[in-house]
């Protein structure tokens, strides 16, 4: 028993700095048992000590590490960090092989040059079909006779009862417009907020023209 402890401390020190006898027989005996306990515990605490400091070093380093290298990006590489924020992340695409017609590509320089083939004819021009055109043309004519009944309604002034009841009917958790005004902001609108917003709706049909953005409404 005091060889298999004696080589657990050799491996300790192998570890780490610290200092501690070999043990002997009579260190086991009962008369000395509690008092060797005690300075074993003493070589483990001190381990797991040490060993929570180094962590906790290696940690700052680490930190410190992104902290230093987050304040190069924004001082010398904006580029990468407007991708970050904006979660622009480009994967590398790895390809072992590729099969063709004639086979499988293996080595990486015939795979590189199959995948830009590949990719160049993908995205070739592809003019328009003239042909194609002159059938659909007539589909895009503008019409000669519109009933103006069907269309006489679109001309009536928004109310804020129609635009209420169209607000309360939209689905949430739907993906805003360029606005980034969510159906979610748009149900919590009080009176005074629906007076302003069919006012300028109402605004748009007058003068036939909409705004570029919801904050130039």
């Not at 605490?45 to 304040?71: G, H």
């Not at 320089?109 to 021009?125: G, M, N, S, V």
């Not at 679109?154 to 009841?165: D, H, P």
Request: hydrophobic share 35%.
């Amino acid at each position: 028993m005091v060889e298999e402890i004696n080589d657990l401390v050799k491996r300790i020190h192998t570890f780490s700095d610290l200092e501690y006898r070999a043990l002997e027989a009579q260190d086991i005996h009962t008369d000395k048992f509690t008092a060797t306990s005690m300075e074993l515990k003493q070589v483990q605490q001190s381990l797991y000590k040490a060993r929570t400091l180094e962590n906790q070093k290696d940690k700052r380093n680490i930190i410190n590490e992104y902290i230093n290298k987050r304040y190069e990006n924004f001082s010398d590489n904006t580029t990468r960090m407007i991708d970050s924020v904006l979660g622009r992340h480009m994967d590398i695409v790895n390809y072992d092989n590729i099969r063709t017609p004639s086979g499988i590509v293996t080595k990486a320089e015939d795979i590189q040059e199959a995948t830009r083939h590949y990719f160049c004819r993908w995205t070739k021009l592809n003019p328009l079909n003239q042909e194609k055109w002159k059938e659909w043309k007539q589909e895009y004519e503008p019409l000669k006779d519109i009933n103006a009944e069907s269309v006489i309604s679109l001309t009536k002034l928004i109310t804020i009862a129609k635009v209420s009841t169209t607000i309360a009917n939209s689905p949430l958790n739907k993906t805003t417009g360029p606005s980034m005004i969510s159906n979610k902001m748009l149900k919590r609108l009080l009176l005074e907020g629906y007076k302003i917003l069919v006012k300028g709706m109402n605004a748009c049909l007058k003068l036939e023209t909409t705004p570029g953005s919801g904050n130039e409404v």
